[in-house]
């Protein structure tokens, strides 16, 4: 076992690392009251004993022959600042190379420690040099993505409603320009306000938008006032020009009505009334005589289905009766035209009344919803028509029902409980009704359904599972705010 060297037994010197050296800085020579300041300093005890010095005793004299040079330089020895103590040369070994302080080190086991590297950090780093920032990971680059992809996702879910109403605050309504052309009898019914008119006014192809028209009718004073009545006007008209035309007498017909596609019977009395000189009471009272009187067949209880829909201007001074007759002779043409017998008016007509009721507004689709109708007849399946429903609720305006309603079946237009056709038409079918009730596409399908009420796309489906999914697409879109008004 090595021998300590005698330095290492003195209690003064048991931190012997470089760490007690910085903090204890350089020893202070003693110096004989006999030394003259700036002289030469006396040798070390160990050349006067004739013995090799000491480690410790070779640094004193070191440090003792830079103080003696300095003061030649100056005169005078400089006192050590307090706040900034000479650095030994130890200390400036450690820095330069810790392992270069003493040749002895790592030389043997009794050697000081040599410093960490965090401590090498501690003592070369200056304390005023900014920390370099970290070094962000991919993973971080990610998740700062991520907030900032949610932030902007929340704040578009919170403006979207408020910058959607800026845009279209400032945007101008869809309008045309000028007169129009061709010729269209447009109808304005007892009871309709600016909005109604708003709206059937696009719905006739005569104004691009509903704002446009009605925001029109907002900026005028005093309001306008509208007369129930039959008014020639013409497509693709601005906004000004169909109220222009709405407040000249002279557009106003006479004695001429409009009876749209699918009206039913106690609507398309009061349409006639607006547009004749014949009071709703004869009519209410014409339509309650016998349906034979008409010539209807004979399983007509009323005359549902049998007032042709179509624009009529008659001649002054006809009679209730002889102005119900006038459609029914025109309906009676319409399937003479389309090639239904006699024999095969009532059912032709009742199942055209269906069609016409759900199939909506695209053509393309009545021969369609025809197939279904047949195809559930054929093999013994409900039809299941919201529209028979509604309409033997009294509710002629809407094929939406409840639970309730589909389950009655006391309800003899209820297709859900009862099987095969309606007791009677639900409405006034037209021209396309017919000729699709008596010539349905070619299809399997067994159901039906519309997924955009604004558009009237329509999904036809053989199996349940496939009209299960299209019934989900028609929940969700009516489940859209903005579509509310199209599911009521």
């Known amino acids: 076992m090595t021998q300590l060297p005698p330095e290492h037994h003195d209690p003064e010197r048991a931190a012997t690392d470089w760490h007690a050296l910085l903090a204890s800085g350089p020893p202070t020579p003693a110096r004989s009251d006999s030394e003259p300041a700036?002289?030469?300093?006396?040798?070390?005890?160990?050349?006067?004993?004739?013995?090799?010095?000491?480690?410790?005793?070779?640094?004193?004299?070191?440090?003792?022959?830079?103080?003696?040079?300095?003061?030649?330089?100056?005169?005078v020895p400089a006192p050590a600042r307090p706040s900034e103590p000479a650095s030994p040369p130890l200390f400036d070994a450690v820095l330069a190379d810790p392992m270069a302080a003493d040749p002895s080190v790592g030389a043997s086991p009794h050697t000081e420690a040599r410093p960490s590297r965090a401590e090498r950090r501690a003592v070369t780093s200056d304390p005023f040099e900014p920390e370099k920032p970290k070094?962000?990971?991919?993973?971080?680059?990610?998740?700062?993505?991520?907030?900032?992809?949610?932030?902007?996702?929340?704040?578009?879910?919170?403006?979207?409603?408020?910058?959607?109403?800026?845009?279209?605050?400032?945007?101008?309504?869809a309008d045309f320009s000028g007169s129009g052309t061709g010729e269209v009898v447009f109808m304005i019914h007892d009871g309709e306000n600016g909005a109604d008119i708003a709206e059937n006014l696009v719905d006739e192809g005569v104004t691009a938008s509903y704002d446009a028209f009605?925001?029109?009718?907002?900026?005028?004073?005093?309001?306008?006032?509208?007369?129930?009545?039959?008014?020639?006007?013409?497509?693709?008209?601005?906004?000004?020009?169909?109220?222009?035309?709405?407040?000249?007498?002279?557009?106003?017909?006479?004695?001429t009505f409009v009876i749209p596609e699918g009206t039913a019977l106690q609507d398309a009395l009061v349409a006639i009334s607006e547009g004749s000189d014949v009071p709703l009471e004869n009519l209410q009272a014409a339509a309650a005589e016998p349906p034979a009187s008409y010539g209807l067949p004979a399983e007509a209880t009323t005359l549902e289905g049998f007032l042709f829909p179509a624009t009529y201007t008659l001649e002054p001074g006809l009679d209730a009766h002889a102005v119900l007759q006038t459609l029914v002779n025109r309906q009676f043409e319409a399937l003479d035209a389309a090639g239904v017998p006699a024999d095969q008016r009532w059912r032709t007509v009742v199942l055209a009344s269906i069609v016409q009721r759900e199939a909506g507004s695209n053509l393309d689709d009545f021969p369609k919803v025809a197939r279904v109708f047949q195809n559930r007849l054929d093999q013994g399946i409900n039809l299941e028509s919201d529209a028979t429903v509604a309409y033997g609720t009294g509710n002629t305006h809407t094929v939406w029902t409840t639970d309730a309603e589909r389950a009655d079946a006391s309800n003899l237009y209820n297709t859900y409980a009862n099987p095969g056709l309606p007791v009677g038409p639900i409405g006034n079918p037209g021209d396309v009704a017919i000729n699709a009730a008596i010539h349905p596409a070619d299809g399997t399908w067994l159901f039906f359904v519309p997924v955009n009420l604004a558009t009237g796309e329509t999904v036809f489906s053989t199996t349940v599972d496939e009209h299960d999914a299209a019934v989900s697409r028609l929940q969700e879109w009516c489940a859209l705010d903005e579509n509310a008004s199209y599911c009521e």
């Open 38 to 75: 700036g002289g030469t300093p006396p040798p070390p005890a160990a050349e006067a004993e004739g013995r090799p010095m000491t480690r410790r005793e070779a640094r004193e004299a070191e440090q003792r022959r830079e103080a003696a040079a300095e003061g030649a330089g100056a005169g």
């Open 214 to 255: 009605y925001d029109l009718l907002l900026e005028q004073t005093p309001e306008p006032e509208f007369h129930p009545g039959a008014y020639q006007l013409a497509e693709q008209m601005s906004a000004q020009a169909a109220l222009d035309a709405l407040q000249d007498p002279a557009n106003k017909l006479e004695n």
């Open 135 to 173: 070094r962000r990971g991919a993973w971080g680059c990610l998740i700062g993505l991520l907030i900032v992809v949610a932030l902007g996702a929340v704040a578009y879910f919170f403006l979207q409603g408020p910058i959607n109403a800026l845009v279209e605050r400032f945007t101008p309504a």
